[in-house]
């Protein structure tokens, strides 16, 4: 890490972790980066809750029998979906990374509304302790995606309470996207045209827009799911006039978009890593920076391939098929130029490229899985089955976590002022790499092999491969548990990092580390592109200096 | 942006229209105007018809959209063309469920 460990660098005096004091200016702050910290601890916390969950999941999983009986094994799941997915993978990039960097990566001293700000972390917590209560009274066991009719009529567990808490959360995310839109249109530096935005801010703006565009859906069909479940209007249930497929179709018309607000975040995050570590403008800025846009817009054209084997109607199903092979252009234009940035780059491994290279390699098949899923007639071979979980894994793990530590740690002296040991967190980030793969890649073989998820029980010819994805799990759980301690250790005894320890480009490198509350002494004018790396001067600089140790 | 004043006046008869329009609906409600026309689903095309109005009254006015930016109008719009996708793609299925693709004949 060029400068970091010299000491040649000094924290500076006031920045904005110290420019007030006591637990109340942290509480009611309109400072988008402390914001951000608000939601790195509390999204940290429910992630471990969500780990403790999928940890009994394996567990239980490791034998044929049951450890579990099945209505627990069936609230364990649900929950882990459900903290997983709503209070962790939803927020995680764009609220903390997002909350962070935006700002400070267009020039300006804060978001557009920073109130609003506050109150979305507000509304997380709300919804968060509201879903967790209903989790401690005896939790849902309707899996995380509440289909009627079981929901609505059969289930006795907490649905109504969980409902209101994904009801509430969602109006975080709705502010979130509200405010990083507005901010982006309004708020950039003087010379921070769109063409010279970062990579990172032109996905916040597209996943904004999917959060904006679909999250009042969920809000509404959690609204009539409680509606037909507390006071019997008939929206769901064919006997009161409604119709089951009808609740699939409104809760994907979110919920797959939201699959897209995880992912757009996470490749904004790698866009940046690639080009940092590989010291090489990213191949095709417009291209990558479109295709963020392509993303989210077709990602609201494919919810159907969800319903294939719901009784939806066949043509509808040759439809959908036909659009979700859509999404693998822009996905791919992303992966090809991310290679193509590398080619003649001068790369180095740090921990954060660790992360990226990692990213590429695991969306890579996660993507191409999502292919099999999207083919009408195969799909109706792996429908619920173990195949399934292990892609949207490989999609939602192996891609959004992996981007989201990628981020934390390339950003964690910018946060922080200091840096992390290097060689734990090359050691963390391989033993994630190996963890996760061990524990997933048996998941596609026992999905093809027919395992179907969300039952406790299985077939005792199935048990080899569930141990190694038991064994990879405790893999995976270590080298996730390890930054932790050292990320914290940092805080005391990190070496100070000085602004711009990485040497990289754009202007969250060019103010202080930490930033002042402003972010800015005064406001940047910008004259260069984004990514105004020069690898064959760095190249040079090199070689000279190995022709000099020669000598 | 939002440094236009609208006079307390326009407000007070938006809402009136609002409140005569919300009387014709739950009147509507009383007549089966599908049986009085032989028109098919009148009730329903009347019922949506007066809800666009009144929505399309609190964008304009109540949420000022009407003194708005060009930008503005641009998400508004998106806002409806989105709706709009979620609602057509969905009856798609509804209107195709009972169409017989292949048969052995």
């Known amino acids: 890490m060029p400068g970091a460990a010299n000491g040649v660098f000094e924290m500076p005096k006031v920045t904005y972790l110290n420019a007030q004091e006591g637990i109340k200016s942290w509480l009611l702050t309109g400072d988008h980066k402390r914001i951000a910290i608000l939601y790195l601890i509390s999204i940290s916390i429910f992630f471990a809750l969500g780990g403790v969950f999928a940890s009994l999941i394996r567990i239980e999983l490791l034998t044929p029998g049951p450890e579990l009986d099945a209505e627990m094994y069936n609230r364990a799941f649900t929950a882990h979906g459900i903290v997983m997915v709503f209070m962790f993978l939803i927020p995680a990039i764009p609220a903390v990374l997002g909350n962070f960097l935006l700002p400070i990566m267009i020039g300006a001293r804060d978001l557009a509304f920073p109130k609003v700000n506050l109150l979305s972390w507000y509304l997380y917590m709300i919804g968060g302790l509201l879903t967790l209560t209903a989790m401690l009274m005896g939790g849902v066991d309707t899996g995380w995606t509440f289909y009627t009719p079981y929901s609505t009529t059969y289930s006795q567990s907490y649905v109504f309470l969980t409902g209101l808490g994904i009801f509430i959360m969602g109006f975080s995310s709705i502010t979130t996207g509200l405010n990083f839109v507005i901010t982006t249109h309004k708020m950039r530096a003087p010379g921070m045209t769109w063409s010279r935005l970062p990579l990172f801010v032109w996905s916040q703006y597209a996943t904004s827009l999917v959060m904006l565009l679909g999250t009042p859906v969920i809000a509404i069909t959690v609204v009539l799911l409680a509606a037909e479940r507390v006071f019997g209007v008939g929206i769901f249930n064919p006997n009161l006039g409604g119709d089951p497929v009808l609740f699939q179709h409104l809760f994907w018309f979110y919920s797959h978009p939201a699959v897209y607000i995880m992912i757009l975040p996470a490749m904004g995050v790698i866009s940046e890593l690639i080009a940092a570590f590989s010291r090489r403008r990213v191949f095709g800025y417009s291209f990558v920076a479109f295709s963020s846009l392509a993303i989210a817009i077709f990602g609201f054209l494919v919810w159907g391939h969800h319903l294939f084997v719901s009784g939806q109607s066949a043509y509808a199903g040759i439809i959908f098929s036909l659009l979700s092979f859509i999404v693998a252009i822009p996905s791919a234009v992303k992966v090809f130029n991310w290679t193509t940035t590398l080619y003649k780059g001068s790369i180095s491994y740090e921990t954060p490229m660790l992360y990226a290279l990692a990213f590429i390699g695991l969306f890579a098949i996660g993507g191409l899985t999502g292919l099999f899923c999207a083919a009408l007639g195969l799909d109706v071979h792996i429908t619920d089955t173990y195949f399934i979980i292990a892609h949207f894994h490989y999609v939602m793990v192996g891609s959004t976590v992996i981007a989201y530590l990628g981020g934390i740690h390339y950003w964690w002296p910018k946060m922080t002022g200091r840096s992390y040991p290097e060689f734990w967190g090359k050691l963390s980030a391989m033993l994630i790499y190996v963890g996760f793969n061990l524990t997933f890649f048996p998941q596609f073989i026992l999905g093809y092999l027919g395992m179907p998820r969300r039952y406790h029980v299985y077939p005792p010819e199935y048990q080899v491969l569930n141990i190694l994805s038991t064994a990879g799990a405790s893999v995976l759980a270590v080298g996730f548990l390890m930054p932790v301690f050292y990320l914290l250790w940092s805080l005391k005894y990190g070496p100070i990092a000085g602004p711009n320890p990485w040497g990289a480009k754009g202007l969250e490198w060019e103010t202080a580390s930490p930033p002042p509350t402003f972010n800015f002494d005064a406001t940047p004018i910008v004259t260069q592109e984004a990514y105004a790396y020069d690898a064959e001067a760095d190249e040079a600089a090199y070689q000279a200096a190995l022709q000099q140790d020669k000598r | ?105």
């Open chain 2, 1 to 105: 942006m939002s440094g236009h004043i609208v006079p307390k006046k326009t407000y007070y008869t938006i809402f009136l229209l609002l409140m005569v329009l919300l009387a014709v609906t739950v009147l509507i409600a009383y007549l089966d105007l599908d049986h009085a026309t032989g028109i098919g689903g009148l009730n329903i095309i009347v019922a949506l018809s007066i809800a666009f109005t009144k929505m399309m009254l609190v964008v304009l006015y109540f949420m000022h959209m009407k003194w708005s930016s060009k930008l503005t109008w641009v998400f508004g719009g998106a806002s409806i063309l989105w709706l709009a996708i979620m609602l057509v793609i969905t009856l798609a299925d509804y209107f195709s469920r009972g169409w017989v693709m292949f048969t052995n004949r």
